[in-house]
């Protein structure tokens, strides 16, 4: 039996989300985002963006700068070029992250090269640090990976041959068929946020579809099960 909501979690649905539309860029903003401002919804703990966009063919974002910010990218659909000021370039695939560390201060494009849409996730998370020296990774799935339910790609420690993050956070990235089940277990005094990217599930009964968003800040035993096949989401379990 479905649910739609429960004391302990909270549902952000895709179509109360921010949206820009620049013509070259349709975008949509999980939290206050340039000219979207809703003061309920500004973060959530260290986690402050998730923008998700699509770039038209040949279009994309002029070389501009960022600072005291963790970004990372997670490519959907199509391809992005990146190019930045510590000599990376790069272009990236689907399922590939880029993690993008701006510290100090970073300046960066992001284009898409191709003759059709690209579609990705844009996400920044506030460093536990400032003025890092700024620093540039990815993560790319291999074999294991690519038909893993459950993989964790960004941790504070590198562990499990994730890419590192100045913030104690982990960040898992799930692949989904119809009726697979995985599971996370959030420990006392942190926070989950867990982004459909592509698809449907069911979070703990409560069925979510692309770009809707669920959120626990109570120690809590989750089930995750696919409702559509290629599902992907990503899960982020913060301090």
Known sequence: MLTHESSQTKVRRSHERGHANHGWLESYHTFSFADYYDPAHMGFRSLRVINDDRVAAQGGFPTHPHRDMEIFTYVL????????????QRILKPG??????????VQHSEKNPTGHTAHFLQIWITPHT???EPAYTEWVPNTATQSAAKTLVISEDGRE???TIAQDA???LLKLQAGTLTQHT??????????????????NGI???????????EPHSIDIIGHANGTEAILFDLN
């Open 77 to 88: 659909e199509g391809a992005l070029a990146h190019q930045d000021s510590m000599g990376n």
């Open 96 to 105: 590939e992250i880029q993690l993008m560390r701006a510290g100090s201060g």
């Open 130 to 132: 400032r003025n890092l």
């Open 161 to 163: 041959d994730s890419a």
């Open 170 to 172: 982990s960040i898992y």
């Open 186 to 203: 959030l420990t006392k005094g942190r926070g989950l946020w867990l982004h459909v990217a592509k698809g449907a599930l069911l979070f």
């Open 207 to 217: 069925l979510l579809n692309a770009g809707d968003a669920a959120s626990l800040e």
